[in-house]
């Protein structure tokens, strides 16, 4: 599970990485675009400037030569002839200046169609970058979906799992009482006195009608299989275990802690308990 959460996720990485790559060469090619846009207006205008001068320079060579011919009829043979010389001088130097607006625009046109097929390039790299956007939007949106999705799942599967331990947890918990019913064990420390009073002892022995169920806040509640010492408060010599127990499956040493306590070490669990469930301790011989 961990896997396809981390695949999804480089991949989601990615896309939104590529995405991102993308828009940024998008955006280039845009300021590229409209770079060049602004130059092609430019030589357009230009252009347009010098076929306008061309027009006026070749209007004014019309008018001229108009001009020529009425003079030619008009003035005498050797005037005429100076005049007219005086105007194909004039005409001839216009035509030059029409023959350099022609180069000029020869130039501006060659470079226009420079520009416009740099721009058409442009414009299909523009295009490609659109459907690449495009593309990339498309998987990160499914990428996005196929995660909501594996989300959606994850969380209902944790759900279930979660719920599933719970009740493991608790089913543990209930076996565990269970088995410490069956492995509990009961003490009691007190005098002989406090002993009567509660009901344990009868005179010098054991009572064997006590009933445990109406006196149970007097013993304390041990689990017997763990259970391996208790301490008493009062000498070892005052220390006497009303209830049987197997001898060598228990010792009575002195606290080494306190000369004024002893305790009572269990050597062998079940052979301690074997007998009884109980162990009623007197502390004062």
């Not at 896309?15 to 280039?28: F, P």
């Not at 420079?114 to 058409?120: D, M, P, T, W, Y």
Request: charged letters at 25%; aromatic letters at 6%; one cysteine or more.
């Amino acid at each position: 599970m961990k896997r396809i959460v981390l695949s999804v996720l480089v991949l989601l990485t990615f896309a939104l990485t590529s995405c991102d790559n993308g828009t940024k060469e998008l955006t280039q090619s845009k300021a590229q675009i409209e770079s060049l846009q602004q130059e092609l207006t430019q030589y357009s205008t230009q252009f347009e400037d010098v076929n306008k001068q061309k027009q006026a320079l070749e209007a004014s060579v019309s008018e001229l030569a108009t001009s020529a011919n009425q003079l030619k009829l008009l003035l005498p043979n050797d005037p005429k002839k100076a005049y007219s010389n005086d105007i194909t001088g004039m005409i001839s130097g216009i035509k030059d200046k029409i023959e350099s607006q022609n180069a000029t625009i020869s130039k501006l046109q060659g470079e226009v169609s420079r520009l416009k097929s740099v721009l058409a390039e442009k414009e299909k790299a523009l295009t490609t970058a659109y459907k690449k956007i495009d593309s990339l939007t498309s998987a990160n949106e499914s990428l996005k979906k196929a995660n909501e999705k594996l989300l959606s799942d994850i969380a209902e599967v944790r759900k279930k799992a979660e719920a599933e331990v719970e009740a493991a947890q608790q089913k543990i918990r209930d076996l565990e009482g269970q088995l410490f019913i069956f492995s509990r064990a009961f003490y009691v420390v007190n005098n002989a006195g406090g002993l009567r009073k509660i009901g344990v002892l009868d005179g010098t022995k054991l009572n064997p009608a006590f009933n445990l169920n109406e006196n149970r806040d007097q013993f304390e509640v041990v689990d017997k299989n763990k259970t391996t010492e208790i301490v008493v408060a009062t000498t070892v010599k005052d220390v006497k275990l009303w209830t049987p127990h197997l001898k060598g499956s228990y010792e009575v040493v002195a606290d080494p802690t306190d000369p004024k306590k002893s305790i009572i070490k269990i050597l062998q669990n079940e052979e301690f308990w074997m007998m009884t469930n109980y162990l009623v301790v007197g502390n004062d011989g």
